[in-house]
């Protein structure tokens, strides 16, 4: 049964996915504004209403986020609803923290999108009561080491929608993409900037992960005896590892630049998604906690 506080989170919950729904619709008619009207780059009401619609789904996801970890009394990140819960709450607030340094308003559709998608399947279906941790997550290793993977989730998240948008970008440039649907991206920046912003996003995403791996390893000696013995989560963890290092390798190699290292960097963050889903739900392993 829920106490009260789970019971907010809840509502709060499905409060924010209905400011992103509508925040995303605003995204979406701004982009098909500009594919009617020569790709115009100055900020559109449509573009201004999303954003501020963002912002306030953010503020009443982050009060669900902190409900729920007042009703468990510790961290809310324990489960696979959790950690969704949370892990979109930070990719949102990666986005909007960006745009104080770069205008990325114009992935807002995806991110926002991608917010209220993956946010409405965890709560449909992932969902849980407050329940106590088990012993091994009674450890403050999984405080440092969850958020870091949460932030590092977060941040491939961004550069998977820089990357979405640097393929179409570069496909525009290259002669494809010319009818007047695809107008829109004329208001992007080139494909050669949006590869660089990713790169750099990435490359922070990489570094929140690397100390994921690190924590991790050290959470498992405190907790099994020792720092890696080939588990489930720890491979697939060492796999999005080896991922993104080759992207920065491939990034920093001439050749592959441009679409070879941006397909690159979505197989990654797919990497991070089936490490998420089908670890979580399907195989076994010392700290596949799914809580399902």
């Excluded at 709060?12 to 009207?37: E, H, K, W």
């Excluded at 892990?87 to 308003?105: H, I, K, P």
């Excluded at 091994?136 to 820089?162: E, K, R």
């Excluded at 970008?169 to 010319?178: I, K, V």
């Amino acid at each position: 049964m829920m106490n009260n506080l789970e019971s907010i989170s809840l509502i709060a919950t499905y409060s924010a996915m209905a400011v992103y729904t509508l925040s995303f619709i605003l995204f979406t008619i701004d982009l098909a504004g500009r594919a009617s009207s020569t790709g115009q780059s100055a900020p559109t009401r449509w573009l201004r209403s999303a954003m501020a619609l963002l912002i306030i789904g953010w503020a009443i996801h982050l009060a669900a986020d902190v409900t729920r970890a007042l009703s468990a009394h510790r961290v809310p990140w324990a489960n696979m609803y959790e950690f969704g819960l949370t892990a979109t709450l930070v990719m949102v607030g990666v986005f909007l923290a960006l745009n104080l340094w770069r205008d990325v308003r114009f992935v807002g559709a995806f991110v926002s999108g991608f917010a209220l998608l993956a946010l409405g399947i965890v709560t449909v279906n992932f969902y849980v009561s407050v329940t106590p941790l088990p012993p091994a997550l009674q450890d403050y290793w999984l405080v440092i080491h969850v958020c870091v993977a949460v932030l590092g989730t977060g941040f491939f998240a961004t550069g998977a929608a820089l990357s979405s948008a640097q393929l179409l970008q570069e496909s525009r440039e290259a002669g494809g993409l010319q009818t007047r649907s695809w107008q829109f991206l004329s208001a992007f920046p080139s494909a050669i900037s949006l590869e660089a912003l990713a790169y750099r996003i990435l490359v922070i995403g990489f570094v929140f992960w690397t100390f994921t791996v690190i924590a991790g390893a050290i959470w498992a000696e405190r907790a099994w005896g020792r720092y890696w013995g080939w588990d489930t989560k720890e491979v697939w963890a060492f796999i999005i590892w080896t991922l993104f290092a080759g992207y920065i390798h491939a990034r920093a190699t001439r050749g592959w630049r441009g679409r070879p290292a941006a397909i690159l960097s979505l197989i990654g963050f797919g990497a991070v998604v089936f490490n998420y889903s089908i670890v979580n739900l399907f195989f076994k392993g010392l700290h596949v906690y799914s809580g399902l």
